[in-house]
């Protein structure tokens, strides 16, 4: 086990270095070397948590909501987690255990094949999405890494599906692909490219359907110390509520008590609610 996590570690690091070093002249914050030892210091204690203990052994353990709530805290309808590569709906199991709190109801998906392409995850998409929607509402999709790929993948699957969604909310989800994507050979892997033909036709579609405020329901949060998803400014949307996280590492990212503050405040309607001084 140390030797794993030294492993870790060290990759962690020298992905890091390449952040700063590949940065350029994007126009995210260039991290200082305070922030980027934060990062790591972030992300050798939650990977573990994530990779070793909820996804492998725990992953069940906040089911899905499978009735409409007698009082609901969401301003809008239930929620849909919708996870990154190479992770199951564990991963959530913080979001999960909040909106049990505050009487908000979720559903989740387990992408499989887990190296296939991200068009394969459209119809577990869609069986969610039918759900989310049976609980009451227009869904509410929150996303992390290629999560948010495979969001926007069902969004224009179908013309009809954007209307179906309030709002989606991703977090380092490489929406113009990653500088790491270069060195993956697999399906999913090389659609995360930078700016590769799969995301440039993926774009092109949206713009086609909605050439302006395209991106107006998706809310993006990214960091200038994420080590999966860089340059810091891909994980960004034109015209979306694009909000910066200095400082985040990649998975640690989506437990950021800013990024779960403000993002669970969009999801419901707040501690004022009935439900929330409930479960209380």
Not at 20 to 45: F, K, M
Not at 212 to 227: H, I, K, P
Not at 250 to 262: I, L, N, Q, S, T
């Amino acid at each position: 086990m140390a030797l794993l996590l030294g492993g870790y570690a060290l990759v962690l690091a020298l992905e890091l270095v390449v952040v700063a070093w590949v940065h350029g002249s994007d126009p995210a914050p260039r991290p200082r070397w305070a922030e980027l030892a934060g990062a790591w210091w972030q992300e050798t204690r939650m990977a573990p948590q994530v990779f070793a203990w909820r996804q492998p052994f725990v992953w069940r353990r906040w089911p899905d909501t499978l009735a409409a709530p007698t009082c609901s805290a969401s301003s809008g309808g239930a929620v849909v987690f919708i996870h990154g590569f190479v992770c199951n709906r564990g991963f959530w199991h913080p979001w999960m255990r909040e909106l049990r709190r505050l009487g908000v109801p979720y559903v989740s998906v387990n992408l499989e094949p887990v190296f296939g392409s991200i068009d394969d995850y459209v119809p577990l998409i869609e069986q969610a999405v039918q759900r989310a929607e049976a609980l009451g509402g227009a869904p509410q999709l929150v996303c992390h890494s290629m999560g948010g790929l495979a969001a926007r993948a069902w969004m224009a699957a179908d013309a009809a599906n954007t209307a179906r969604v309030q709002q989606v909310l991703t977090i380092g989800t490489p929406h113009h692909g990653t500088w790491l994507g270069q060195f993956s050979h697999l399906p999913n892997g090389c659609q995360m490219r930078l700016h590769n033909p799969w995301l440039q036709a993926l774009a092109a579609t949206e713009v086609q359907r909605a050439p302006e405020d395209t991106y107006r329901s998706f809310v993006c949060w990214f960091s200038n110390t994420d080590n999966i998803v860089f340059p810091a400014s891909t994980a960004s949307l034109p015209g979306a509520d694009n909000r910066l996280v200095p400082g985040a590492a990649h998975v640690a990212m989506a437990f950021h008590p800013r990024v779960m503050r403000e993002s669970l405040a969009i999801l419901a309607s707040g501690a004022s609610s009935p439900c929330a001084a409930t479960a209380s």
